[in-house]
């Protein structure tokens, strides 16, 4: 169990360098928008910029200023969850262990994990940037129609989430 418990410390250093290394990459790189099928890709570049298939859409400033603020809710999402996926990954592995040796190999480990999964994804930080997040996506789609096709995250969402159905 000892060589086990070390094997996987390593591993989940790996996982912590790799979450964080997404995390910054994410912020570097155009936010993509997933519309629905038969739709083109769409990006929002680093500075507000839009691309929708391969056109470059015109926005003015106060467009570029919703779509660049929905940005970066959308990254404060992201950042919410790969920080709290870290942290997880540091303490859910040993918790792991510790309740499959004292369930003596049951499934007592894998509901722990669980349950803590669960507990982050509706954690009241999470679920705020989440409403953060929608509320900027609504002032987006009102300064550009255009991309009310790429909008998810709905007000039923952020109330699922705060009631932990997520």
Sequence with gaps: MALVALSLAGCMSDARREIEADRLKAHAEPLDLNGPKGEPAAHIGTDGSLVVGDEKVALDATQQA????????????????????????????????????????????????????KKMVSSPR??????????????????????????????????????GRL
């Design 66 to 117: 919703a779509t660049l603020a929905y940005r970066k809710a959308a990254l404060d999402v992201v950042d919410v969850s790969m920080i709290g996926a870290e942290k997880y990954v540091r303490t859910a592995v040993p918790r792991f262990l510790f309740d499959s040796v004292l369930h003596m190999g049951t499934d007592g480990g894998a509901r722990s994990v669980e349950k803590g999964a």
């Design 126 to 163: 999470f679920c705020n940037a989440l409403d953060v997040m929608r509320q900027k996506q609504d002032a987006m789609v009102a300064e550009v129609p255009r991309l009310r096709a790429y909008t998810h995250v709905k007000a039923a969402d952020v109330a699922d989430c705060r009631s």
